[in-house]
């Protein structure tokens, strides 16, 4: 027992004679672990937290301990804490028990909290908020909230969780476990709670390049020879294409489901056809699930061991394509025991086969898990390590995480990338990528995607993406099946989601009801069609920007995606923005979310249920005669404490105010903050096809500004051992200088001689050769 704790046990006596124990640990000088218990009961190892505690310099003056950066206070009548920090009271505890287990806190009036998961409300503060937290597939939860004050807690508990707050203070409520366990975090800024909750937590390892490209997908392509020729198609029309993904069925019937393997007539090519994505420079993503059919190999083997759940899962029926299901052929397909590493072993000697295929990346569908007419007796199934209710929220981290290690110990030089459709705190340090569900084809669900992915990204996880277009638009067939992408409702909605979509980690297309290839829209030449192969293109034009972000997520816990309160946390305008953002640091995002040229449609269809056409309020009326060359308005606040230059025309803005812009149909509103300096790449039909040794580099005047454009070989674990490089770009206002680093790092087929086209606002240019020196540049 070292001295730290003594000091903490020391102070913590008086409270062990009551009849609640209170335990509190200095993890580090910032981050607080907080355990309750009644009696001696020990908490079990974390499934998410894998930090060690540090040894921290503590001083006790009475009932306060405090660190260098945290003091925290204990109320020895009632064990409630207080957490301070810099003389300033950062949050109160008010009350707590075990039967409910609750935790309440006491928060300031008109203080902003924020976080807790992808909540599909369209809000981004959580006061007043009233929230029973289940993984679902829409709405996924990590138990992390933080607060504009700079501290964030996270609740160390995997059962469904009530969060409220109201007049009686913020609670957290979980429906099993012994005792509270929560780690509050004080970083001083929503980007310091992130830097510590991935400290608790793990880092995020880097994605293959390539994933940073465009993904094409729907539900579902019906044969091998079908998904190939989506990938020759882009390659014929020269529209940019690096992921092509299979969703399910590829294994045959519902009986088979999830067999993992091309079991069905239609792929008996598979193999064959993965081998041929590759020789056209596309990588190739496949559905799996966590459930499997009665007649697969893997359910014979799970079931022999007693690794299945009783739950009612999908696919509920038997028979294929049909909804609602017939229940007289149940599909008999269960769901498996994801918290037992013998359970995750199975799982990947099976999957396994795919990626001695040449499998890319894993599709994890369904690791919600789908949980249908829920029965108290399936919350009670005891499952490894406690029960279905005790242990719910974290099965997307377990399931996650056994393929993210199984494919790390069998490392062929490809980064793990799996996309998934739930996550839990501490998910993020495993490979994964999270996009929101089977979400509706509406504006009011566009809406609701900024908000949930900002949400999701303050948890720490900052890995997001959504189905372009949405899942379910089967409503806007108004001329036939399939027909959606010719409808003009539907092209406005796609159009505006992929400008969305531009500023996500992941660059996807996807959905039911309708194909949405580019060319189901239209041909070159028209606007519609345009508009998407402009946003593709822009795409590939950022990837330098977008790469050395994912370098800085890394080695520095950045985002993707950024509130505008993470840098302009003094503009109360922007506390609840939820229209805008920034995408890293330079570029703010301001998507249009609002039909301008159609007229808007309010559709409700919930996920599942979506299948049912009828499901929608109101009918859908094409409109015809759309000039998509019009110019509309849009109005858009730039925040204050920086200046703001339009990207597409330069034009310079003060921070602080609402600018109506004029908007095309065929551009998304962005802007950069002065100072900034962004790289841009040349165009491509996928990455690797050009060399980036001729890289445009937008320099924004109007203030001081640093940016770091990182680089390594794109897809193996090399750079965690030092093989990757730095050039630091440095540009001073008073003197108009920029200043260009001596190359940092290296790595095995870096370009050694290149050269960086530096462009201002206003169109001046100038063309700098650059060796691994260091350049200064005076303009």
């Known amino acids: ?185 004080y970083g001083g800024s929503a980007d310091g709670v992130i830097a510590q909750m991935r400290h608790l937590s793990g880092d995020v390892p880097m994605f293959p390049l390539w994933t940073y490209g465009f993904w094409q997908s729907k539900e579902r392509y019906k044969s091998a020879a079908e998904t190939e020729h989506i990938v020759d198609q882009h390659r014929a029309l020269q529209v940019p294409l690096d992921g092509i993904i299979q969703d399910w069925q590829y294994w045959g019937s519902n009986y088979l489901w999830n067999a993992m393997d091309f079991l069905s007539e239609d792929f008996s090519n598979g193999p064959q056809m993965i081998q041929n994505v590759h020789r056209k420079h596309a990588h190739f993503m496949i559905s799996i699930w966590a459930s499997f059919g009665p007649q697969t190999q893997q359910f014979r083997e799970l079931n022999e061991k007693g690794l299945l759940l009783p739950i009612e899962t999908w696919p509920q029926s038997g028979i294929s394509h049909v909804w609602p299901p017939i229940m007289e052929y149940p599909s008999g397909v269960k769901v498996y025991d994801a918290f037992s590493p013998v359970a995750r072993a199975i799982y990947w000697k099976y999957l396994k086969k795919l990626y001695d295929y040449g499998t890319d990346a894993w599709w994890m569908d369904s690791t919600d898990p789908d949980f249908f007419n829920p029965k108290e007796s399936d919350y009670a199934h005891k499952v490894t390590g406690g029960t279905w209710r005790s242990l719910r929220n974290a099965f997307p981290l377990e399931t996650v995480r056994g393929i993210y290690q199984s494919q790390r110990k069998d490392d062929r030089g490809k980064r793990v990338f799996i996309m998934t459709r739930s996550a839990f705190a501490g998910q993020q340090h495993y490979g994964s990528n999270m996009w929101s569900g089977d979400v509706a084809s509406s504006w009011d669900m566009l809406r609701k995607q900024i908000p949930a992915g900002l949400s999701f990204s303050l948890t720490g996880n900052p890995n997001f993406n959504t189905d372009i277009g949405g899942f379910f638009c ?51 030449g028209e606007p519609v069609y345009d508009a998407i192969e402009k946003m593709i293109r822009l795409r590939y034009r950022l990837l330098p920007y977008i790469y050395s972000i994912a370098g800085q997520v890394t080695a520095n816990n950045e985002s993707y995606l950024r509130p505008l309160f993470s840098d302009f946390a003094a503009d109360k305008q922007v506390w609840d923005m939820t229209d805008e953002f920034m995408f890293g640091r330079s570029i703010l995002a301001a998507p249009i979310v609002e039909a301008q040229y159609t007229q808007e449609k309010i559709i409700k269809e919930d996920a599942m249920t979506g299948w049912d056409k009828k499901n929608v309020s109101g009918d859908q009326e094409e409109t015809s005669g759309i000039n998509w060359h019009a110019t509309k308005t849009a109005t858009k606040y730039l925040p204050k404490g920086a200046t703001w230059y339009d990207f597409w025309t330069g034009r310079q803005y003060k921070g602080g105010q609402h600018v109506t812009l004029s908007t095309r ?115």
């Open 1 to 185: 027992m070292n001295r730290r704790t003594i000091a903490i046990l020391a102070l913590l006596a008086p409270i062990a004679i009551w009849a609640q124990g209170v335990k509190i640990e200095f993890f580090t000088p910032s981050v607080v672990h907080v355990v309750k218990y009644p009696g001696q009961a020990v908490p079990p190892e974390s499934k998410v937290i894998i930090a060690k505690p540090q040894e921290v310099a503590l001083t006790k003056r009475g009932n306060i301990t405090s660190s260098s950066e945290l003091s925290v206070k204990i109320d020895e009548k009632t064990g409630c804490l207080t957490f301070m920090a810099k003389g300033k009271v950062l949050l109160r505890e008010k009350s707590h028990s075990f039967s409910p287990l609750n935790q309440t806190f006491t928060l300031d009036k008109g203080e902003a909290i924020y976080g807790l998961g992808t909540i599909q409300n369209g809000k981004m503060n959580r006061r007043g908020e009233h929230k029973r937290m289940e993984q679902s597939n829409l709405e996924d939860f990590q138990n992390v909230i933080q607060s504009i004050k700079g501290w964030g807690i996270y609740w160390d508990n995997y059962a469904p969780t009530q969060f409220d707050d109201d007049a009686n203070g913020m609670s957290l409520t979980s429906e099993a476990g012994d005792y509270i366990d929560y780690y509050f975090m």
């Open 474 to 524: 089967g409503s806007y067939n108004t001329k036939g099946a399939g027909s959606a992408p010719r409808n003009p409702q539907f092209q406005e909605l796609y159009v505006r989601w992929m400008q969305y979509g531009l500023f996500c980690p992941v660059f996807r297309s996807h959905g039911a009801d309708a194909p949405r290839e580019i060319w189901q829209f239209g041909q070159k």
């Open 665 to 779: 149909f065929d551009q998304v509103p962005m802007f950069v903050r002065a100072g900034s300096i962004v790289p841009l790449g040349p165009e491509m039909q996928y990455v690797g096809e050009k060399s980036w040794d001729n890289l445009e580099i937008r320099l924004y005047p109007g203030a001081d500004g640093t940016f770091s454009l990182y680089e390594d070989e794109g897809d193996n674990y090399n750079y965690e051992q030092g093989y990757y490089s730095n050039i630091i770009f440095t540009w001073t206002e008073r003197t108009r200088t920029l200043h260009i680093s001596a190359r940092q790092g290296g790595y095995k087929g870096m370009l050694l001689n290149r050269q960086f086209q530096i462009v201002l606002p206003d169109g001046t240019a100038k063309t700098i050769d650059y060796n691994g020196n260091q350049v200064t540049v005076k303009l």
